[in-house]
């Protein structure tokens, strides 16, 4: 079958079966290689995408179900800047493997985080925990996502 699919404000029509995921397309199909693939079981949370900006996990969902827009990595804009930024200054990466899921997943946890949330660690870490790091002990991740650069970010993308 063919569908539509529109991935980072791009169209697209891809050609794909029935049991097709997702994470295959952007992969293979799209060469949007940002999406990483680690446990293929919906369970590490390495390729969490955002679609109609809720996160979801890329390597569990089938193509052919997918109506809203898809955002991966590639997609993430320049807002978000202060975000990787914060990543790379307060060591929220080592391998960068985990990374791209980690980025998606907090860019979905701002849009909708009212700022004083941002400073309750244990909460943070509770929304987080869904993915999976071999190598940060997650504390670089959480001072990251804390730093006053992400909070800046959050408050100028409120809703109003
Ligand atoms: S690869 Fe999708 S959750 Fe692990
Ligand atoms: S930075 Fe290596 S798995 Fe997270």
Known sequence: MIIRLTVNGRQHEVEISAA?????VLRDQLGLTGTKQGCRAGECGACTILVGGQPIQACITLASRVRDEVRTVEGLDDRFIPLRQAFAD???FQ?????????????ALLAETPLERLSDEAWLREQM????????????????????????????????
């Open 90 to 92: 307060h060591g929220g």
């Open 95 to 107: 391998c960068g493997f985990c990374t791209p899921g980690q980025l998606m997943r907090a860019a």
């Open 129 to 160: 925990n869904g993915n999976v790091c071999r190598c940060t002990g997650y504390c670089g991740i959480i001072r990251a996502l804390m730093s006053e650069d992400v909070r800046a970010l959050a408050r100028d993308n409120a809703p109003e």
């Open 20 to 24: 097709t995921r997702l994470i295959d």
